[in-house]
């Protein structure tokens, strides 16, 4: 069957690093996408990785190692409004997305 | 600016009535999705559109119909609702995957309680 594994809830302090990570195992691979859900609201688009390596966006980055099956989201310089729910989604060999339960972030002052 | 338009945004049903979602996207995006969010589970897909008057089955088809009658718009349909399709329903559209995969951008949501 095909799998998505990421922590359930992580908890950080305001200003510091934390780095999120997500395993794989579906049947096929064409790219791994990271969204962001705020309570409530709609999921919305990170990131996508689809080559080995390290993708920078501002104060995200997201990295993919597809012999290991696995990816991180490394969050830089944490704010207050970056408590939301952070969702791994991987594109299958059907160009379905597969997409892991979310890890809840919590951001303490 | 609006992108994915889902109503309404929340509805509470009866067991056995039935009611349609409506999706409506001004991207002139082709893939149209429909997915349900459970607590502690990731987004599964209900059903899936890749252009104008073609739909496809996801991984949790059973209980819901859909139509992609205009390529803006994409309508779920629940027949005769049960306590379990008690969700949040998320529409989302992405552009063709030609040139590779796309994001897909998602409406706010529509909470539907079944009773």
């Known amino acids: 069957g095909q799998n998505i594994d990421q922590p359930t809830e992580m908890t950080a302090t305001e200003g510091a690093i934390v780095q999120i990570n997500c395993t794989y195992q579906t049947s096929g691979f064409n790219g791994l996408f990271w969204y962001q859900q705020h309570a409530g609201e709609a999921p919305t688009f990170l990131s996508y990785n689809v080559l080995d390596g390290l993708e920078e966006k501002g104060r995200f980055s997201s990295f993919l190692s597809r012999s290991k099956g696995y990816s991180y989201l490394l969050l830089k310089e944490l704010q207050m409004k970056d408590s939301a729910s952070y969702l791994c989604?991987?594109?299958?060999?059907?160009?379905?997305?597969?997409w892991g339960a979310g890890t809840k972030l919590i951001i303490k002052p | 600016n609006a992108g994915v338009t889902q109503t309404p945004k929340f509805r509470v049903l009866k067991t056995g009535q039935s009611m349609t979602l409506l999706c409506a996207q001004d991207m002139n995006h082709e893939y149209m999705y429909w997915y349900r969010q459970d607590p502690g589970m990731g987004l599964r897909l209900i059903h899936y559109s890749v252009g104008e008057g073609t739909t496809a089955k996801g991984e949790v088809p059973d209980g819901y119909n859909v139509s992609r009658l205009k390529k803006q718009n994409f309508l779920l349909g629940l027949e005769s609702a049960a306590p379990s399709q008690t969700s949040v329903y998320f529409c989302?559209?992405?552009?063709?995957?030609?040139?590779?995969?796309?994001?897909?951008?998602f409406g706010d949501g529509t909470r539907l309680s079944i009773l």
């Open positions: 989302a559209s992405s552009e063709t995957g030609l040139s590779g995969a796309q994001p897909q951008h």
């Open positions: 989604a991987v594109m299958d060999s059907n160009y379905q997305l597969i």
